[in-house]
């Protein structure tokens, strides 16, 4: 007899997105060929090939930056704010028109689930465009004077590609500044996609221009002897690489890093809500999240609780196609981030830590990895210190508040923290003495254009969001 539970999925339409065979380059407000070589770009849910794109050369980041100074020179700079304002209004108000389509070719190219594309990413970005074009015109506010630094350098990851853009575009935009911007190489696509919004706002040609490409154009922008800021999102490696390439250069420098945030739990907290914040902390966009709750401090005293809920909540995720709207996990969003997470999976297990994931199956096409816990896990453990970028928790235990302090600020990243108590003195005092950059109480993951994002140690320097973000983009009170 057939069951009328059986799973029925809703997956949502691809035909509102139009994928092009090839694309090119965005420079000076029209797509031109790239002189350089092309790659391809695939859905990581089914690995199919989506597109191929250009992948811009020294020459083309030159000519990306040339037009990016004249429209710096010319229009951009010149312009008052208040008119800024209304292109930066306009692109807010075509992403929300355009939301589904966003939507869809993100979850396409990167493999996140769609009910997050739709719900989280696309939201934000609009949020962050309607933010920024607010401060374009009060700059004189801000306490960081209303000068602008002159032609930016972008370079962001693939784990929240147009919300990374949009974090980058938004701010330098609206302090005045052009912008010279490479997406990831594994997720071009909506990038691409913006820069035709960005022809839909009538957006001067130059101000916006989109390099795709890899490491080696990455390099070529931060290398560019005219470009006046750089601002990265990344591992820490190609940071402190970036660091380097800068050092002695006039110019200024944002770096938003890794991370491995602790989730504390303590044993008043409310439980249920509690297992939903290590769930969204962790398996949210498949763990790739530099901010991810990757480290779980539970109270001993109720670790035992705690972890039957938590194994219990996991076996009920759904993992599986992207463009579902019942997915909650998706696809990892490449070849090598699968292989990377799967060789410190299994040096934690190595190491004596206890693995266990939630029996779900995967399907056979695509890059996946089933959601993952390490119970066990000490201090000097890999899966305890470095990032894994991906759905995999360690577990750590503690007895008293210090215990937990001195845990969670026992990393080299400091990017954000949760923690989860009935106590609002104790969530004050926590808050106060985390290394973190943000800290969540009673809740994770939440972001929202006015709050100021960013890191401690080697998470990076800089803010992001807020006031704060726009510290990045101006010359300060006194030039
Ligand atoms: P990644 O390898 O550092 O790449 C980031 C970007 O830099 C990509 O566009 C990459 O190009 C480019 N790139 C690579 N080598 C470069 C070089 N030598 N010079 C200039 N650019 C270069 O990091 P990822 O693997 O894409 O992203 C994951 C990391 O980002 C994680 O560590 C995560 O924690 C961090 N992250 C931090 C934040 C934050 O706000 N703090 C947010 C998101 C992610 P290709 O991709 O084409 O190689
Ligand atoms: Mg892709």
Known sequence: MSNIFEYAPAPESRAIVDIKPSYGLFIDGEFVDGTGKAFKTINPATEEVLAEVAEASDADVDAAVKAARRAYTRVWSRMSGA??????????????????????????????????????????????????????????????????LGV??????????????????????????????????????????????????DLPPGVVNIVTGAGETGRAIVSHPDVDKVAFTGSTDVGKA??????????????????????????????????????????????HVCCAGSRLLVQESVADEVMER???????????????????????????????????????????????????????????????????????????????????????????????IEKANNTPFGLSAGVWTDKGSRILSMANRLRAGVVWANTFNKFDPTSPFGGYKESGYGREGGRHGLEGYLKGEDS
């Open 83 to 148: 008119e800024r304002a209304k292109y930066l209004y306009r692109i807010a108000r075509i992403i929300q028109e355009r939301g589904r389509e966003l939507a869809v070719l993100e979850s396409i190219d990167n493999g996140k689930p769609i009910k997050e594309s739709r719900d989280v990413d696309i939201p934000v970005v609009a949020a962050h465009f309607f933010y920024y074009a607010g401060w374009a015109d009060k700059l004189e506010h801000s306490g960081y004077g209303s000068t602008p």
């Open 152 to 201: 930016a350098g972008q370079i962001i990851p693939w784990n929240f590609p147009l919300l990374m853009l949009a974090w980058k575009i938004a701010p330098a935009l609206a302090c005045g500044n052009t912008v010279v911007l490479k997406p990831a190489e594994t997720t071009p696509l909506t990038a691409l996609l913006f820069a035709e919004i960005c022809q839909q706002a």
């Open 242 to 287: 970036i660091a380097r390439a800068v050092a002695g250069t006039d110019k200024k420098v944002t770096l938003e890093l890794g991370g491995k945030a602790a989730n504390i739990v303590f044993d008043d907290a409310p439980l249920d809500q509690a297992i939903e914040g290590i769930v969204n902390g962790i398996f949210f966009n498949q763990g």
């Open 310 to 404: 938590l194994k219990r909540r996991m076996a009920t995720l759904r993992v599986g196609d992207p463009l579902d709207k019942n997915t909650d996990v998706g696809a990892i969003n490449s070849a090598e981030q699968l292989a990377k997470i799967r060789e410190l999976s299994d040096i934690g297990e190595a190491e004596g830590a206890e693995r266990w994931s939630a029996p779900c199956e995967l399907p056979s096409n695509g890059y996946w990895f089933a959601p993952t816990v390490f119970t066990g896990v000490s201090q000097a453990h890999r899966i305890a210190r470095e990032e894994i970028f991906g759905p995999v928790l360690s577990v750590l235990t503690f007895r008293t508040p210090s215990e937990a």
